[in-house]
């Protein structure tokens, strides 16, 4: 009897249950819940579950859990953000949880879907970063003009032999720049180049340039003062001697000229640019009214005193100077800016404004530090005189020693001292 019971309990299994490993019909690839895909041990978790979790109901085979990325293995034993834990009705504390139910916040896991997509958009090509790679984007169009813009053919161009050409300006700087064969002085400062003339305070240096302005002026060309050290003109009447005093006195007893023509045919062709820093000028208002200046007016010839402290921050000296170079090479005008040195007798600005500069003059005092030295130069022993030198001159040939210097009576200007040695005596211009 006992058997009997036994073989139709057996029998009263239906038909359409599955066996091991086999699907039901219709299921398309889903799993009962406890069942085993083929050749899968007993106790091996699915692929993307975790050891011991069943699989979510409605989970497709191979399916990853929800908010879980493709292939992206799920942490041992960890919930996924905004996952909580549900025990079954029945379930005691401590007992294993059979098939455990998980509830997944809909929010978190459309937020979680969001980023899966954005980050295989980064993966395996589907997208690249565009600043990863600065060369990676289409080439601009062959029609664009500004493509042509910075590249020129020497070969098209005409008279391009040119001889270095000279703006005279009646000084000791006129003969510090030699001609092509280094046979005599230039006769005047490189045109169209722009210099840098540094030296300590109070030794004649912008004396030096006002007399220089007064006499370009005089010829017709225009001309521009660019003043950063001082106030140009008091209007109150302080009885102070400003810098537009001094420019007419220095100017017109280096021309030669009464005061009536010297407004006629010197300060008619003059220009002065205030760039001083307490009116809350910056290298960039400089930039900006230079530009206007030189452009409105076709300014010839500027002298700047003095170009440290248009920017006194110091640090970009020689940037400045760059910049302001090669716009003057394309406008064609004659620049000198008068510098400061260091305690040192360096330059401010270093070496790297005298490699930007097209010529640098250097004021400086020489101690005549033994009796042989001091008779050499026409001095006194231990005594101290002033020598010019000119460091360098990309177009020219420069003179190859230092020149004594002298200040003229009543300008005040730098000229040549009587006692510069027989050995180093300027040279004439061709001609001259």
Not at 30 to 54: D, I, K, R
């Amino acid at each position: 009897m006992a058997s009997k019971k036994k073989a139709d309990a057996v029998d009263e299994t239906p038909a359409s249950a599955p066996m091991p490993g086999q699907m039901l019909p219709g299921h398309m690839g889903q799993m009962m819940p406890g069942q085993m895909m083929p050749g899968q041990m007993m106790g091996q978790p699915m692929p993307g579950q975790m050891m011991g979790q069943p699989m979510m109901p409605g989970q497709m085979m191979g399916q990853p859990m929800p908010g879980q990325m493709m292939g992206q293995p799920m942490m041992g034993g960890q919930m996924m953000p905004g996952q909580v834990g549900q025990m079954m009705p029945g379930h005691m504390m401590g007992q294993p949880m059979m098939a455990p139910v998980m509830q997944q916040n809909p929010m978190m896991m459309m937020l979680q879907m969001m980023q899966g997509m954005q980050g295989m958009q980064g993966f395996g090509g589907f997208g690249v970063d565009p600043a990863s790679l600065p060369f990676g984007g289409a080439p601009r169009a062959d029609t664009d003009a500004g493509l042509e813009g910075g590249i020129v053919r020497p070969a098209r161009f005409e008279h391009r032999i040119k001889h270095q050409e000279a703006l005279p300006l009646g000084n000791v700087l006129d003969h510090l720049c030699l001609s092509e064969d280094g046979a005599n002085s230039l006769g005047g400062v490189p045109l169209g180049c722009t210099m840098v003339f540094v030296g300590p305070p109070g030794k004649g240096k912008t004396r030096t340039a006002l007399a220089s302005l007064a006499r370009v002026a005089m010829t017709g060309k225009k001309v521009a003062f660019v003043v950063a050290e001082e106030g140009f003109h008091d209007d109150e009447g302080s009885g102070r001697d400003d810098l537009c005093s001094r420019l007419c006195k220095v100017g017109m007893m280096a021309t030669g000229l009464d005061e009536a023509n010297f407004e006629k045919k010197v300060l008619e062709n003059v220009f002065v640019l205030e760039a001083q820093y307490h009116k809350h000028n910056t290298w960039d208002d400089f930039v900006a009214k230079y530009r206007y200046l030189v452009e409105k007016e076709n300014i010839d010839f500027v002298v700047i005193d003095s170009l440290n402290m248009i920017d006194p921050t110091k640090k970009g000296t020689a940037d400045n100077l760059s910049a302001l170079k090669t716009y003057n090479h394309e406008r064609g005008v004659t620049c000198i800016c008068i510098g400061q040195i260091k305690d040192t007798g360096e330059p401010v600005g270093g070496e790297a404004l005298q490699h930007t500069a097209d010529a640098v003059f250097l004021l400086e005092e020489m101690s005549l530090s033994s009796k042989e030295i001091a008779e050499f130069w026409g001095g006194k022993y231990r005594d101290k005189i002033s020598v010019l030198t000119v460091v360098k001159s990309v177009t020219t040939p420069t003179f190859a020693h230092p020149v004594r210097v002298d200040r003229a009576p009543g300008t005040g200007e730098l000229i040549a001292h009587p006692s510069q040695p027989a050995e180093f005596l300027l040279k004439s211009p061709k001609g001259g």
